[in-house]
């Protein structure tokens, strides 16, 4: 059962609150935020740096947090979700969606001080596209939920970027874009070995509505059309020949890991080895990809290339 009732006690420690705000996924959003930080032409306070990626970190969080106060019901029948706070019994229901807003609203708050209300309202529009837009709007509705809804989380270094430079130029936009077309790939190859789970609760996702095949076929699409986006900072000359070669060698990969996914038709003998590798390597090509952007961008700056 879910508890809604305040009066309740539910002894919710530290490690829930910090649970609600899936610090694990978050690594990646704030390494991101971070790395267009860093890349952005121009310089910031290393505080007024280190405030803005906290506020993206604490923005990201809330937002998590309010989708699993949204979700809390869904996640009860879920196997991979059944053991988050609320639906647990370890957390009311209600303190989850408290905890959401204050980080959310006091994230935006500081970041508008500290970094300019530009800077601001992109972390608003991030939060409130996850939470409400993803979270309430997107995800019960349309086999489409990932892909438009994949945007809040392509936020983070446009973020950054604009703290730092004060505008939306190109460069941000490709970032975000690049995070754009890397979403449904890292998330239906997920999906394809947990959706018996998204079924169950009637969340539309792509396997579940369009089938194994089709979903398949989109991985192998969306994989495809990241190469160009993923090598655009270097041909657009925001970036040097460190991140040409890095993004060249993850693009391999990834389409490389992408092909047989996309291509087979049965996958039972297997245990979904390729899906499960897919989702591994698309964490890792982020990671990598973003940290070869600041490393480019440092080892330049620094002289060392001409
Ligand atoms: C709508 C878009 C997205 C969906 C639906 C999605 C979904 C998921 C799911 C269901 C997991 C499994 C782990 C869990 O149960 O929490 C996961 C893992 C992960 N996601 Fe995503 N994701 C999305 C976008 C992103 C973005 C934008 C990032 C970062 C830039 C990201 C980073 C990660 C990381 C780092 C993990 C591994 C966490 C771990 O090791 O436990 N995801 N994602
Ligand atoms: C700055 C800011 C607000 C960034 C937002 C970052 C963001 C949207 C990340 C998306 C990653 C994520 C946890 C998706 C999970 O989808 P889900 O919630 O459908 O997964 P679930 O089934 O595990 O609940």
């Known amino acids: 059962m879910i508890t809604t009732d305040h009066s309740v006690l539910i002894p919710s420690d530290w490690r829930d609150f910090l649970a609600l705000t899936k610090p694990r996924v978050m690594t990646l959003v704030v390494f991101t935020g971070l790395c267009?930080?860093?890349a952005a032409p121009g310089s910031i306070h290393p505080v007024i740096g280190a405030i803005v990626i906290l506020c993206i970190a604490v923005g990201a969080g809330g937002a998590a947090a309010l989708n699993q106060w949204y979700e809390a019901e869904i996640d009860a029948q879920m196997k991979r979700t059944a053991k988050r706070p609320?639906?647990?019994?370890?957390?009311?229901?209600?303190d989850a969606r408290d905890f959401g807003i204050a980080?959310?609203?006091g994230s935006v708050i500081v970041m508008g001080l500290a970094a300019g209300w530009l800077t601001a309202a992109l972390l608003a529009v991030s939060i409130v596209y996850y939470a409400v837009v993803y979270t309430i709007w997107l995800k019960p509705r349309t086999p489409q939920n990932i892909v438009v809804g994949g945007g809040a989380g392509a936020f983070p270094p446009l973020i950054g970027w604009v703290a730092v430079t004060g505008d939306v130029t190109l460069m941000p936009i490709v970032l975000f874009a690049i995070i754009f077309m890397w979403t449904p790939p890292h998330f239906w190859a997920l999906a394809l070995f947990v959706k018996t789970d998204y079924a169950k609760v009637g969340i539309p996702m792509m396997p579940v509505v369009a089938g194994e095949k089709s979903t398949r076929r989109q991985i192998l699409i969306y994989a495809v059309l990241l190469v160009p986006v993923a090598l655009a900072p270097w041909y657009l000359g925001s970036a040097g020949l460190i991140y040409a070669v890095s993004a060249a060698l993850l693009s391999i990969a990834f389409v490389a890991l992408s092909v047989p996914v996309g291509l087979r038709t049965s996958a039972e003998e297997d245990a979904m080895k390729p899906e499960k590798r897919l989702f591994a390597f698309s964490i890792l090509y982020l990671f990598v990809l973003f940290g070869a952007l600041v490393a480019d961008r440092l080892i330049y700056n620094a002289g060392l290339i001409a």
Not at 86 to 94: E, L, Y
């Open 103 to 105: 980080l959310s609203a």
């Open 36 to 38: 267009g930080l860093l």
């Open 86 to 94: 609320i639906p647990a019994g370890r957390m009311a229901r209600t």
